[in-house]
């Protein structure tokens, strides 16, 4: 099997390279910049196309040939930066996967397997875990990111029905795991859980988390046994941020945060914190959205991908281990003798 992997610098495409990879495939990754994704996928045979997503026509030729396409590439991590975002996340989420796979489709390109996010899913009635049948977390529509996660499965759905060609999205949880370069949230936590910076108050709220490894594996059997139409949940375990925090710590040698903070007040601190960056230009440390959506601890079941892909989940504790592993041995890589250059990296969060 051909598979086209965009985004595949990023924490979950560099996952499914491996994965794709590991299991015979051949892969054809997509990449702003050819250095770095040589530098971040080594010599491992795969094709590096050049590109930008919201650019498709500079690259629709490559799709010829392509059996499947794993579209993971998104505006995300940016999102939680000062500044007016809603457009460039229109584009970039939401038109520009449109177009991906309109090219795909005039390709030849056999499937699409959409990354979405189950931030869109909600609680069931009675509180219980939600499922690819829930409503949206109310929470989603005000929060740009995820709204266009949900606006592209949409118009996904629409296109394959239209087309008959086959689209199936998989939503994953929280991802974290090695080789998140980026950083993501997820990712900076941890670089800053080493750099012994650790934010001073304890933010409450939870989340399912998931490891990118077992998302890339998920997709994969997605692609072998799942039906075009299905959303599938890869969602891994609940977790509350505090233990999560802790865990980091006792990994790490970091100092925990001394005292936790009531929602309301943490949210006020997140409002004049971006407010704040706003007028300097500078990243604000606390971010409304993440607030919000890590206080509605969203519960979401794998259910379904268990029982129909297959699919399992390992350990969130075994998932922090080897990415404060991944992550000691990058800023070793990253660095000169005796000198630790982890500013660039908290920069690029």
């Known amino acids: 099997m051909r598979a086209f992997v965009t985004g595949s610098t990023g924490l979950l495409g560099n996952s499914l390279v491996h994965t794709l990879l590991k299991a015979g495939h051949e892969v054809w990754a997509l990449a702003r910049s050819q250095e770095k994704a040589r530098r971040e996928l080594g010599d491992t045979g795969v094709r590096i196309v050049v590109g930008d ?24 991590r940016e999102y939680y930066t000062p500044g007016n975002h809603s457009r460039v996340i229109d584009l970039t989420n939401v038109r520009a996967t449109l177009e991906l796979a309109k090219a795909a489709h005039a390709m030849g390109v056999g499937k699409m397997i959409y990354t979405s996010s189950a931030g869109i899913v909600g609680l069931q009635p009675d509180g219980s875990p939600g499922d690819e049948q829930t409503p949206a977390w109310p ?39 090695p080789h998140d370069t980026g950083p993501t949230p997820s990712g900076k ?39 075009s139409g299905e959303r599938y949940i890869l969602g891994g375990s609940f977790v509350e941020l505090a233990d999560i925090i802790a865990s980091l710590a006792r990994l790490t040698g970091a100092k925990p945060p001394q005292r936790s903070i009531p929602f309301p007040a943490v949210l006020a601190l997140a409002t004049m914190s971006e407010t704040w960056s706003r007028i300097t230009g500078t990243t604000s440390p606390l971010s409304v959205d993440a607030i919000r959506l890590m206080n509605a601890r969203l519960r979401v079941t794998s259910a379904k991908a268990e029982k129909e892909l297959g699919v399992t989940f390992r350990p969130f504790n075994i998932t922090l281990a080897d990415t404060v592993a991944w992550a000691r041995t990058r800023l070793q890589e990253i660095s000169e003798p005796g000198v630790v250059i982890l500013s660039s990296i908290r920069k690029s969060a």
Not at 55 to 64: C, G, P, R
Not at 192 to 199: E, F, G, N, Q, V
Request: net charge neutral; glycine share 8%.
């Open 139 to 177: 929470g989603a529509m005000k929060n740009l990111y995820l709204r266009s996660k949900e606006q592209a499965e949409q118009m996904l759905r629409e296109f394959s029905q239209e087309k008959g060609f086959f689209v199936a999205s998989a939503l994953p949880s929280w991802m974290w795991g």
């Open 189 to 227: 936590l941890v670089f800053d859980a080493i750099a012994r910076k650790l934010p001073p108050i304890l933010p409450p709220g939870g989340s399912t988390v998931v490891d990118a490894r077992d998302v890339a594996a998920g997709m994969l059997r997605i692609t072998e046994i799942g039906r």
């Open 53 to 76: 997503v919201r650019n498709v026509a500079e690259f629709a030729y490559d799709l010829k040939g392509v059996d499947v396409i794993f579209h993971t590439a998104a505006y995300f």
